[in-house]
């Protein structure tokens, strides 16, 4: 995996009791599309983007990429969580080494996947996940402090405040977590 360091990818599929964590396919895309182009996913994240441009834009098999995990209900894609290496030029770390390159969460659901508890059953999944294959690594987490529903669901996994700073015209929330701190 480059991205997480010496890490196969993509892993086995993950199964919770609910939901499958799998690597992405092509009948993934209309999902991913809806994700992009969705204005309640995107109220934090910068805004949605245009229909028609992602239509162009996204390959016939999005997100197939290390660190990228679809999640999948009943067969259909709901949404994505990915641990990405958090840019040592971006605010916010837990190391004291100039790389940084921290391993960070995110999280992004369809809205009608909202409210079910699916996205800490697939957060606690991926951590755990994260946990076995590098062990005693930290993964950090950036959340708008204007996002409730993301500052509630960092607290339930666990992730501690570090700091809060200013990034994209907004205060961000930077938290941090380690194997240590399972939970939710």
Do not use: K
Not at 102 to 131: I, K, N, Q, R, S
């Amino acid at each position: 995996m480059t991205g997480l360091g010496p890490v196969a990818w993509p892993p086995a599929p993950i199964r919770t009791e609910r939901l499958v964590l799998r690597e992405s396919e092509a009948r993934d895309r209309a999902a991913f599309i809806e994700l992009f182009a969705s204005p309640e996913v995107h109220t934090y994240l910068g805004g949605p983007r245009p229909r028609d441009e992602l239509d162009r834009a996204v390959p016939e098999v999005p997100g197939r990429r290390a660190g990228v995990f679809v999640i999948d209900l009943d067969g259909a894609m709901i949404g994505m969580v990915t641990l990405d290496r958090r840019a040592a030029e971006r605010p916010g770390h837990v190391r004291t080494n100039a790389a940084g390159q921290e391993a960070e969460l995110g999280y992004t659901f369809l809205p009608e996947a909202w409210g079910c508890g699916y996205a800490a059953e697939a957060c606690v999944a991926a951590l755990d996940w994260f946990a076995d294959v590098l062990p005693g690594e930290p993964v950090v987490l950036c959340t708008q402090t204007a996002n409730d529903r993301s500052m509630r669901l960092a607290a339930r996994l666990g992730f501690t405040e570090v700091e809060r700073f200013e990034e994209y015209g907004a205060e961000q929330w930077f938290g941090a977590w380690s194997s240590a701190t399972r939970s939710a």
